[in-house]
């Protein structure tokens, strides 16, 4: 009777915390409007001076793919996202994604082409706006 009150025990803790488990994935959330199904967000700060070259930057080259504020777009998932927080995806590796492309690996948009024509100045100051808005959401 005891081992099959320990197997119960350990059904329902496995179930509880396969259910906290499921509750913290980053699943898209249902789309409403004109709102697509990954956009979240987006709480602009006072940007420093790089970064607000970096926005202008970005809203020509990679607001296109990862939207307005890189809240998410048609072609690119958000970056103002806890996946790509710097403890995860580093800035060398932004840096690289604009330099050479990167294969998909968390989001199903394929892969991202490189990005021609920026300086690694203006990927630099990418960076800083991404970094700073990502900040200004919680995402350290």
């Keep these: ?6 197997v119960i025990l350990f059904i329902v803790l496995g179930g509880i915390g396969g259910a906290i488990w499921w509750l913290e994935q980053d699943e898209p959330q249902v789309a409403t409007g004109d709102r697509l199904p990954h956009q979240v967000d987006v709480n602009l700060p006072s940007l420093s001076p790089a970064a607000a070259a970096g926005a202008k930057i970005f809203a020509a080259n990679c607001q296109i793919c990862h939207g307005v504020s890189a809240s998410g777009g048609p072609g690119g998932p958000p970056l103002i996202h806890k996946i790509y927080e710097p403890s995860h995806h580093a800035d060398g590796s932004f840096f690289v994604a604009v330099r050479n492309g ?3 690996h968390h989001w199903s948009f394929g892969n991202m082409p490189p990005v021609p024509g920026i300086s690694e100045a203006e990927i630099g100051q990418i960076i800083s706006y991404v970094r700073e808005v990502q900040r200004a959401n919680g995402i350290n």
């Design 1 to 6: 009777m005891r081992a099959v009150a320990i």
């Design 102 to 104: 990167v294969r998909q």
